[in-house]
């Protein structure tokens, strides 16, 4: 679906790189698994970022395709479904409704691999849920204060809970 692809691509273009040598990171890295699944990563070779969307796939394939152009013409299509094919000369095709594109891909091999964290003290949290708790406590946060201490928010991590701590001097937040 168009609009979904829409709205979830914000957190990507938030790491794609401007200009770089390696004209793999300034992509997205779409890959298709079968039976419904386009996972979509964006790496600047600092910081990474993938996405999960639904979709109907026919064939599972990765290719990178340049992502201010996938941006913009996600933006002028119209119609509610896109489709995007990429042939044996990685020329991709996007259609939707009575909008058709098209631009060149490159291979999905080509594209940094983003490391694998691993760790035997980790823990995996939804995104929404994070979010929620950081919003409650970043009123409180210490923005330009002179001691770092202040400028961020303090987790503490136990086996079975989590608690963030902001305070700029002035407010305090649990």
Known sequence: KRQEISNKIAPLMSVVSGKSTLTAVEGIL????MP??????????????????????????SFIINAQKFVQTLRVMDGEEIT??????LSASFVSGRSSHKMIALKGEDFPSIPELSSDRSFIMSQAILKNMISKVDFAMGVNDQRAVLNGTFF???????M???????????
């Open 30 to 33: 779409i890959e298709a698994k």
């Open 36 to 61: 419904d699944t386009c996972i979509m990563t964006t790496y600047d070779l600092q910081k990474g970022v993938r996405i999960t969307v639904e979709a109907k796939v026919i064939e599972e394939g």
């Open 84 to 89: 995007l094919t990429v042939d044996s000369k």
């Open 156 to 162: 503490k991590i136990t086996d079975d809970s989590i």
């Open 164 to 174: 963030l701590v902001s305070c700029d001097s002035f407010k305090l937040a649990k």
